[in-house]
């Protein structure tokens, strides 16, 4: 069931037009990554939804609401560079942000309360937010974007000034969140939307080029390809694959044999022929794999 409807959408400033025509849905129940080269307009369509920017034309529409109809109360948002009052702590600035949605003083301790732990920051509750690491940041800035209980929540490059730990700390807090609400967030951290995504939106220069389930996208770009890993010295088989009917091209990245094909199943038994009568030392054979760097790559350059 759609949750947010987007159509026709264009921001222009001056002369120049950061977002072009976009329009899209937003599925509930769903996560969905915006992705896009620096420059393509993923903030500026957040803020628009956000209700921090008016569309220069176009219509923004939520379940239950008008077409342009004020639905912050329904948003929870974060910024690539949250502000935090940083003599607070973190109790007390989520105290604060709950009263900011209209929640009473004893609502917005109980619910702040509650959040510090589902974020996993409740024993640093007294503490100073100055104090605070830039994934514990984060995960308070979450916090006070879902305070309010919103359906959905949008995250601007959440976990692009991360360290590994505190990145892998908020990505897990958006597996867990994504069973409540629905989520857009933007990122240019490919292996993070492949992990945590259900669907895509592909953004350069301003205009959607694809959008989508991430599964359906996969194989609307997918290569006929075939992965090889071998122990021992890999150039010794770039030559003998080339000789194969079926095979096109070899490129050896990191290791890895990446194998063209013009049928993958075809190929997949001359392979698997060839490596059995010469006795390969193959450690892993993969068909058809399809990073969403591919993917993002195609659609880019096409």
């Given at each position: 069931?759609?949750?947010?409807?987007?159509?026709?959408?264009?921001?222009?400033?001056?002369?120049?037009?950061?977002?072009?025509?976009?329009?899209?849905?937003?599925?509930?129940?769903?996560?969905?990554?915006?992705?896009?080269?620096?420059?393509?307009?993923?903030?500026?369509?957040?803020?628009?939804?956000?209700?921090?920017?008016?569309?220069?034309?176009?219509?923004?529409?939520?379940?239950?609401?008008?077409?342009?109809?004020?639905?912050?109360?329904?948003?929870?948002?974060?910024?690539?560079?949250?502000?935090?009052?940083?003599?607070?702590?973190?109790?007390?600035?989520?105290?604060?942000?709950?009263?900011?949605?209209?929640?009473?003083?004893?609502?917005?301790?109980?619910?702040?309360?509650?959040?510090?732990?589902?974020?996993?920051?409740?024993?640093?509750?007294?503490?100073?937010?100055?104090?605070?690491?830039?994934?514990?940041?984060?995960?308070?800035?979450?916090?006070?974007?879902?305070?309010?209980?919103?359906?959905?929540?949008?995250?601007?490059?959440?976990?692009?000034?991360?360290?590994?730990?505190?990145?892998?700390?908020?990505?897990?807090?958006?597996?867990?969140?994504?069973?409540?609400?629905?989520?857009?967030?933007?990122?240019?951290?490919?292996?993070?939307?492949?992990?945590?995504?259900?669907?895509?939106?592909?953004?350069?220069?301003?205009?959607?080029?694809?959008?989508?389930?991430?599964?359906?996208?996969?194989?609307?770009?997918?290569?006929?390809?075939?992965?090889?890993?071998?122990?021992?010295?890999?150039?010794?088989?770039?030559?003998?694959?080339?000789?194969?009917?079926?095979?096109?091209?070899?490129?050896?990245?990191r290791d890895v044999l990446h194998i063209s094909v013009t049928d993958v199943e075809q190929a997949r038994d001359?392979?698997?022929?060839?490596?059995?009568?010469?006795?390969?030392?193959?450690?892993?054979?993969?068909?058809?794999?399809?990073?969403?760097?591919?993917?993002?790559?195609?659609?880019?350059?096409?």
């Amino acid at each position: 069931m759609t949750l947010l409807a987007v159509k026709d959408l264009t921001k222009t400033y001056g002369s120049h037009t950061a977002v072009k025509h976009v329009s899209f849905e937003l599925t509930k129940g769903k996560c969905i990554a915006l992705l896009g080269p620096n420059g393509a307009g993923k903030t500026t369509i957040l803020r628009m939804l956000a209700g921090l920017l008016a569309p220069s034309t176009g219509s923004i529409t939520f379940s239950g609401y008008k077409p342009n109809q004020d639905i912050r109360k329904e948003i929870g948002y974060l910024p690539q560079y949250p502000a935090f009052h940083s003599w607070m702590t973190g109790r007390e600035f989520l105290i604060y942000s709950g009263q900011l949605h209209s929640l009473s003083k004893k609502e917005a301790l109980e619910k702040a309360d509650l959040l510090l732990k589902k974020t996993g920051i409740y024993e640093a509750r007294h503490k100073r937010i100055h104090t605070y690491s830039g994934g514990m940041k984060q995960r308070l800035g979450i916090a006070q974007a879902i305070i309010h209980q919103p359906k959905l929540l949008m995250l601007d490059e959440p976990v692009s000034s991360l360290d590994p730990i505190g990145r892998r700390d908020v990505l897990t807090l958006m597996e867990e969140l994504k069973e409540n609400m629905t989520i857009l967030f933007s990122t240019h951290i490919l292996s993070d939307a492949d992990e945590i995504s259900d669907e895509l939106l592909l953004l350069k220069q301003g205009h959607l080029l694809e959008s989508g389930p991430i599964n359906d996208l996969r194989k609307k770009y997918q290569t006929a390809m075939i992965e090889l890993q071998f122990t021992g010295d890999i150039a010794l088989y770039e030559q003998k694959l080339l000789e194969l009917p079926s095979v096109t091209n070899v490129i050896n990245k990191r290791d890895v044999l990446h194998i063209s094909v013009t049928d993958v199943e075809q190929a997949r038994d001359e392979v698997i022929q060839k490596a059995a009568l010469e006795l390969w030392p193959i450690t892993q054979l993969t068909m058809n794999h399809s990073t969403l760097e591919d993917l993002f790559m195609k659609v880019m350059t096409k």
